[in-house]
């Protein structure tokens, strides 16, 4: 193995990066209620994990040293590309944040960002005329801004996966699934009869690709 500079200890690195798309994604999202504050919160503590390892300490790449040394002799565990473990994993060479997967994570990060702002800036002006969110992405799906939120932690995983980070990411999953039924709930008891028709003609979580498809899917 290489033995360069370590890429890592950057603790100042870690508070700045956390903090940028920590308050990135409140200025979007904007919490209010405790449910908005839990879901949040949730958010927030992936991206410290995530950067935590992106820049502090590689907890995974310590785990998975022995295997990484074996499988891929000369592999440099202290430089930052090597993070960069699907990249690693898949054999690409050349530099990783031109690869594929980097890519993707930017798109799904672009665009979970912008569903986020979209979402809430509905859901916004809905609140203050006591009506429901309808239009813009909540024509779509009924829970825009918690799709956003996985598409931003998705986004995360493809760019630079880690342990902790993988265990999360089904455990945010089910957490903001069943904050979205807690939220209809809330909703049904609110608005009534409009809310059904709302629910029974939009998707939960994944849109319709088409007006003929058929019962929207959870």
């Known amino acids: 193995m290489n033995h360069s500079e370590s890429a890592y200890g950057l603790w100042s690195l870690v508070i700045l990066n956390s903090a940028i798309f920590i308050m990135f994604a ?20 992936f991206v410290v994990a995530l950067f935590v390892e ?26 930052h590309n090597s993070g960069h473990l699907w990249s690693t994993l898949l054999g690409e060479k050349g530099d990783p944040h031109f690869g594929v997967l980097h890519i993707a994570s ?5 665009y979970g960002f ?10 916004y002006h809905a609140q203050r005329r006591n009506s429901l969110a309808t239009s813009g992405p909540y024509a779509r799906i009924r829970h825009p801004q918690y799709v956003a939120f996985v598409m931003i932690l ?3 995983l493809l760019q630079w996966p880690t342990l902790l980070t993988l265990v999360m990411f089904p455990i945010l999953l089910l957490m903001y699934g069943r904050l979205a039924v807690t939220e209809e709930e809330e909703m049904r008891s609110q608005f009534g009869d409009v809310y059904d028709l709302y629910a029974k003609r939009t998707p939960r979580f994944f849109p319709n690709l088409s007006p003929s498809s058929g019962t929207p899917k959870d």
């Not at 919490?31 to 503590?45: L, S």
């Not at 502090?56 to 430089?79: A, H, K, N, V």
């Not at 930017?106 to 672009?110: D, M, R």
């Not at 912008?114 to 859901?123: F, P």
Request: aromatic letters at 24%.
């Open 26 to 45: 409140f200025s979007f999202f904007k919490p209010a209620t405790g449910r908005d504050w839990r879901t949040f919160g949730a958010f927030a503590a």
């Open 54 to 79: 992106m820049y502090g300490f590689p907890l995974t790449i310590y785990l998975m040293s022995g295997w990484l040394q074996t499988r891929f002799p000369g592999l440099d565990l202290l430089s």
């Open 106 to 110: 930017y798109i799904f990060l672009g």
């Open 114 to 123: 912008y569903l986020l702002s979209t979402a809430w800036h509905v859901l």
């Open 154 to 156: 998705l986004g995360f």
